[in-house]
């Protein structure tokens, strides 16, 4: 079974940054993907962006230039880099890694902005 972790959520200002960590059991080259989403409450979880096993990155359109993906396969940890952070970017943040057909969720980290 795998097991995805998120940390380095937290309280951040409005125009700060903070990174989140994805750790994933086993090794995170055997994930087709690995992705990140964010749920505000009463919404859908919406794509952030994921990277495949050969490194091919997408992005949701609204957020691509402030938000980053990156691997360390050596640490099996996947990373968001969210840079010129906004009040609306407050939302609770989950780590997905696919297998084939099988997804993989963590618990979520909570990403507070103060305006």
């Known amino acids: 079974q795998v097991q995805v972790v998120e940390s380095g959520g937290g309280l951040v200002q409005a125009g700060g940054s903070l990174r989140l960590s994805c750790a994933v059991s086993?090794?995170?080259?055997?994930?087709?993907?690995i992705g990140w989403y964010r749920q505000a409450p009463g919404k859908q979880r919406e794509l952030v962006t994921s990277?495949?096993?050969?490194?091919?990155?997408s992005a949701s359109d609204s957020l691509r230039g402030r938000f980053t993906i990156s691997k360390d396969n050596a640490n099996n940890t996947v990373y968001l880099q969210m840079n010129s952070l906004k009040p609306e970017d407050a939302d609770v943040y989950y780590c997905?890694?696919?297998?084939?057909?099988?997804?993989?969720w963590g618990q979520g980290a909570q990403v507070t902005v103060s305006s």
């Open positions: 990277i495949t096993r050969n490194e091919y990155k």
């Open positions: 086993g090794s995170i080259d055997n994930m087709d993907e």
């Open positions: 997905n890694a696919r297998y084939r057909f099988t997804y993989y």
